[in-house]
């Protein structure tokens, strides 16, 4: 399935088109759902985190909103995924690290 079309899709079945900036406001949100997923199957921190159901869901409605950006602005998931794991792989290649060092 291809990420963005998939959402291109729904978003146009369902009438649900807006700008990407409430998009984004929608991503931070889910952002925030995935991470107290995670905090609660951690037990906040206090065990390993077990994956569970509610933590893939969480994750596919950030892949949602992400998704519905890139389809705002015209950009495709997959090349720009792409391009991020070159740029890594050059910055690892270079320092040993992937962070940037701005």
């Not at 949602?64 to 290649?93: G, P, V």
């Amino acid at each position: 399935m291809h990420l963005n079309n998939a959402a291109r899709e729904f978003v146009n079945m369902y009438k649900l088109e807006c700008p990407p900036e409430i998009r984004f406001m929608d991503l931070a949100s889910e952002v925030g759902e995935l991470g107290k997923a995670l905090l609660e199957a951690s037990d906040y921190g206090k065990k390993p985190c077990i994956p569970n159901e509610n933590i893939a869901e969480e994750i596919g409605d950030v892949i949602f909103s992400l998704a519905c950006i890139a389809n705002n602005l015209e950009i495709d998931l997959a090349s720009a995924m792409e391009a991020a794991i070159s740029k890594y792989k050059i910055r690892h290649e270079k320092s040993g690290s992937v962070g940037s060092k701005a």
